[in-house]
């Protein structure tokens, strides 16, 4: 007998009797095993499901499989599905070792099967791991951990559905913090975000677990307080909110006082569901906001009469700007005084809109809504090429040497094509840089900082002077002085208005005349209305006055008439 045979006849006597019956197969019957396979597969099925999904012990699993191998179910599976990999496992642990080979080969698969398993748990887990953190990131502030703004919506639909069932009151505070950008600019967004940080930690602290703390986005935050009684309680949640930020933030060795601003609204008197709440709560703290430091506002209705009155005057505005109607507005000039001589030797301009239905409006009614449009950028220009123009003509008069003030505002001075221009003006009129003032806030300065820098270093090298207007209102300009390219300082009005009788104020205006004295600045006392305060910045050596005192803003022709009466005149003795 040959190799071949030999081997052939053990081949088959070992597949007689790996199929003999007592199993419940018989492979030469194809219908059969694809049968018990597929019964075979959903056993399978099933135990892994338990053993991942419902996280049963593996050793329980291992118990699901071994009844089944004993009664010989397996081969099925094995033959209909796998059997290129099984069918020769199952010969070759046959052949050598008879009987328990068989056992042997259903023992391995228990193995595999629970090794399988266990590496496809692994990898399930990490699944779900990574679904609770993208879900968690969803609903939270990734800095402070807080829920974020979408989250919150949700919490306080809720809220709302359980105050309309106990016939309860909710209200929704947004807080604010005043001047964050200024703060980031300055001091970094490092310092920005650890400041954010210990703010979460400390309000926190004001409220009870029933209240619910968001983190709006940027330097908003959203409360919830839930069982609202009446107004008293409400005033009394907010004095809390602000008494919170009297103390100081201190950040890398810095100190840092912050203000803020609150805006309420109240469930069911502002709104019946989240959106309502929140956007009228943003409503009422945009009312306060720049107005008052560290206060709150309730919504009320009129303040919905303020934003279509701003629209109306946008939408305004806008037509006058696409329609190129600039003769709507007009300037108005507040001259200048020197008050070593007591002569007119420069004006102010200001904006005024002959509005078709209102008359004349002052910019309290619009300079901000044209701000927050950027349609002050076209009106700005505007108002530069006709100031220029007026001026050079009462140059070429009366005056040779008039200079002229414009206001510039953060939008004007962040847009890329002021430089241009503002050089482009000074060109098509023939006026001289350096008889133009351009006044910035210290604001406007620091938003932004190195870039507003820079322009403003740009305009003072061909010669424009700039002056910092409004200052001693409350910032810390004193940090900076040294910073900002300047030349002129102006007293703000509300810290000359109550002098000499305010001692305070007498003495910070006096201090602020030696500094600009020190540092070879001009120094101009705004609103200067009465005889005692001309004589007090007359005694101090301030360097020119503005105010009612001597004349409130003129149109141009009242001003020109004006210069030739008034060239002369003079409020102190040479």
Same mark, same amino acid.
């Given at each position: 007998?040959?190799?071949?045979?030999?081997?052939?006849?053990?081949?088959?006597?070992?597949?007689?009797?790996?199929?003999?019956?007592?199993?419940?197969?018989?492979?030469?019957?194809?219908?059969?095993?694809?049968?018990?396979?597929?019964?075979?597969? *959903?056993?399978?099925? /099933?135990?892994?499901?338990? =053993?991942?999904? #419902? %996280?049963?012990? +593996?050793?329980?699993? !291992? &118990?699901?499989?071994?009844?089944?191998?004993?009664?010989?179910?397996?081969?099925?599976?094995?033959?209909?599905?796998?059997?290129?990999?099984?069918?020769?496992?199952?010969?070759?642990?046959?052949?050598?070792?008879?009987?328990?080979?068989?056992?042997?080969?259903?023992?391995?698969?228990?193995?595999?099967?629970?090794?399988?398993?266990?590496?496809?748990?692994?990898?399930?887990?990490?699944?779900?791991?990574?679904?609770?953190?993208?879900?968690?990131?969803?609903?939270?502030?990734?800095?402070?951990?807080?829920?974020?703004?979408?989250?919150?919506?949700?919490?306080?639909?809720?809220?709302?559905?359980?105050?309309?069932?106990?016939?309860?009151?909710?209200?929704?505070?947004?807080?604010?913090?005043?001047?964050?950008?200024?703060?980031?600019?300055?001091?970094?967004?490092? *310092?920005?975000?650890? /400041?954010?940080?210990?703010? =979460?930690?400390? #309000? %926190?602290?004001? +409220?009870?677990?029933? !209240? &619910?703390?968001?983190?709006?986005?940027?330097?908003?935050?959203?409360?919830?307080?839930?069982?609202?009684?009446?107004?008293?309680?409400?005033?009394?949640?907010?004095?809390?909110?602000?008494?919170?930020?009297?103390?100081?933030?201190?950040?890398?060795?810095?100190?840092?006082?912050?203000?803020?601003?609150?805006?309420?609204?109240?469930?069911?008197?502002?709104?019946?569901?989240?959106?309502?709440?929140?956007?009228?709560?943003?409503?009422?703290?945009?009312?306060?906001?720049?107005?008052?430091?560290?206060?709150?506002?309730?919504?009320?209705?009129?303040?919905?009469?303020?934003?279509?009155?701003?629209?109306?005057?946008?939408?305004?505005?806008?037509?006058?700007?696409?329609?190129?109607?600039?003769?709507?507005?007009?300037?108005?000039?507040?001259?200048?005084?020197?008050? *070593?001589?007591?002569?007119?030797?420069?004006?102010?301009?200001?904006?005024?809109?002959?509005?078709?239905?209102?008359?004349? &409006?002052?910019?309290?009614?619009?300079?901000?809504?044209?701000?927050?449009?950027?349609?002050?950028?076209?009106?700005?220009?505007?108002?530069?090429?006709?100031?220029?123009?007026?001026?050079?003509?009462?140059?070429?008069?009366?005056?040779?040497?008039?200079?002229?003030?414009?206001?510039?505002?953060?939008?004007?001075?962040?847009?890329?094509?002021?430089?241009?221009?503002?050089?482009?003006?000074?060109?098509?009129?023939?006026?001289?840089?350096?008889?133009?003032?351009?006044?910035?806030?210290?604001?406007?300065?620091?938003?932004?900082?190195?870039?507003?820098?820079?322009?403003?270093?740009?305009?003072?090298?061909?010669?424009?002077?700039?002056?910092?207007?409004?200052?001693?209102?409350?910032?810390?300009?004193?940090?900076?002085?040294?910073?900002?390219?300047?030349?002129?300082?102006?007293?703000?009005?509300?810290?000359?208005?109550?002098?000499?009788?305010?001692?305070?104020?007498?003495?910070?205006?006096?201090?602020?005349?030696?500094?600009?004295?020190?540092?070879?600045?001009?120094?101009?006392?705004?609103?200067?209305?009465?005889?005692?305060?001309?004589?007090?910045?007359?005694?101090?050596?301030?360097?020119?006055?503005?105010?009612?005192?001597?004349?409130?803003?003129?149109?141009?022709?009242?001003?020109?008439?004006?210069?030739?009466?008034?060239?002369?005149?003079?409020?102190?003795?040479?």
């Amino acid at each position: 007998m040959s190799f071949f045979s030999k081997h052939k006849e053990k081949d088959e006597s070992t597949f007689e009797y790996s199929y003999s019956n007592k199993h419940a197969l018989n492979y030469s019957q194809r219908y059969q095993a694809i049968f018990v396979g597929i019964t075979i597969f *959903v056993c399978s099925a /099933l135990s892994l499901y338990y =053993s991942l999904f #419902l %996280k049963t012990p +593996f050793y329980y699993v !291992a &118990l699901f499989y071994l009844p089944i191998t004993l009664a010989g179910f397996w081969y099925g599976v094995k033959a209909g599905l796998c059997s290129a990999f099984y069918f020769s496992i199952l010969l070759l642990l046959n052949s050598y070792m008879g009987s328990p080979g068989l056992l042997l080969h259903e023992i391995i698969q228990i193995v595999i099967m629970m090794l399988i398993g266990y590496a496809i748990g692994i990898l399930k887990e990490k699944d779900r791991y990574s679904e609770r953190v993208i879900e968690h990131q969803a609903y939270h502030d990734l800095l402070t951990g807080l829920p974020n703004r979408l989250s919150f919506e949700d919490s306080l639909q809720k809220e709302i559905e359980q105050a309309k069932e106990k016939k309860e009151k909710l209200a929704v505070f947004l807080v604010d913090i005043d001047r964050f950008k200024y703060i980031n600019d300055i001091l970094g967004h490092l *310092v920005g975000d650890r /400041l954010l940080v210990q703010v =979460s930690k400390r #309000l %926190k602290l004001v +409220f009870s677990e029933n !209240a &619910l703390l968001a983190r709006s986005g940027g330097d908003e935050f959203l409360i919830v307080v839930p069982q609202i009684i009446d107004e008293q309680q409400i005033a009394e949640i907010s004095k809390k909110i602000i008494s919170c930020f009297k103390k100081r933030f201190l950040i890398q060795e810095r100190e840092v006082y912050l203000t803020i601003s609150i805006g309420i609204s109240v469930f069911p008197n502002h709104g019946e569901d989240a959106k309502s709440l929140i956007s009228n709560a943003d409503i009422a703290m945009n009312m306060v906001k720049g107005i008052e430091m560290n206060a709150y506002r309730y919504f009320s209705t009129e303040m919905n009469k303020d934003i279509s009155e701003k629209l109306n005057i946008a939408n305004k505005m806008r037509q006058i700007v696409e329609e190129k109607r600039f003769d709507d507005f007009e300037l108005h000039y507040q001259p200048l005084i020197e008050v *070593v001589s007591g002569k007119i030797v420069g004006v102010e301009a200001l904006l005024r809109w002959n509005h078709p239905e209102e008359g004349l &409006l002052y910019p309290n009614r619009f300079i901000k809504v044209a701000e927050e449009t950027g349609l002050i950028v076209p009106i700005g220009k505007w108002v530069l090429q006709t100031a220029c123009a007026q001026i050079k003509k009462w140059q070429e008069t009366c005056y040779p040497s008039l200079k002229l003030s414009v206001n510039i505002s953060e939008q004007q001075l962040r847009d890329k094509d002021f430089f241009n221009d503002v050089v482009s003006v000074l060109d098509e009129t023939g006026f001289d840089p350096s008889n133009l003032e351009l006044e910035i806030t210290e604001t406007v300065a620091m938003n932004n900082s190195g870039r507003n820098i820079e322009i403003l270093g740009e305009l003072r090298r061909v010669g424009i002077s700039i002056a910092l207007d409004d200052f001693g209102s409350g910032y810390s300009s004193l940090n900076y002085l040294g910073t900002l390219p300047i030349n002129i300082l102006k007293v703000d009005y509300n810290l000359v208005k109550e002098i000499p009788f305010n001692i305070k104020n007498s003495a910070i205006a006096t201090s602020i005349i030696s500094l600009a004295s020190c540092l070879d600045y001009e120094v101009v006392a705004e609103g200067v209305e009465t005889e005692a305060q001309l004589m007090f910045f007359q005694q101090h050596r301030c360097t020119y006055i503005q105010g009612y005192f001597f004349s409130k803003p003129l149109p141009p022709d009242e001003l020109e008439t004006l210069l030739y009466e008034q060239s002369n005149v003079a409020f102190v003795e040479n």
